[in-house]
């Protein structure tokens, strides 16, 4: 049975930082692709950040591109979001997802605030 569990969100003063660590079991993250993605209140799940472990490409959406950094520990079987400088229009629910083609294995996330 394949989990992602997230971890690491919390509460944080603005321009503060915190490291999300997404760990698999059932799951090999080598040769998949591992994505974050977040959901704030009233609003569609959007995508974050990707890593794909062939080639070691990263994605960055926009508005987190230069402030987010994806990131991978194959012996830990774990990917990272460290998340530098927040605002408060990061407050959301963090997922992250894994697949090879499209995201067919999601975590439970953790919950992001970011106070002003």
């Known amino acids: 049975q394949v989990q992602l569990v997230e971890s690491g969100g919390g509460l944080v003063q603005a321009g503060g930082s915190l490291r999300l660590s997404c760990a698999a079991s059932?799951?090999?993250?080598?040769?998949?692709?591992v994505g974050w993605f977040r959901q704030a209140p009233g609003k569609e799940r959007e995508f974050v950040a990707g890593?794909?472990?062939?080639?070691?490409?990263?994605h960055y959406t926009d508005s987190v591109r230069g402030r987010f950094t994806i990131s991978r520990d194959n012996a830990k079987n774990t990917v990272y979001l460290q998340m530098n400088s927040l605002k408060p229009e990061d407050t959301a629910v963090y997922y992250c997802?894994?697949?090879?083609?499209?995201?067919?294995?999601w975590g439970q996330g953790t919950q992001v605030t970011v106070s002003s």
């Open positions: 059932g799951l090999t993250f080598s040769g998949y692709g």
């Open positions: 890593i794909r472990w062939i080639g070691h490409t990263l």
């Open positions: 997802a894994a697949g090879l083609g499209e995201y067919n294995y």
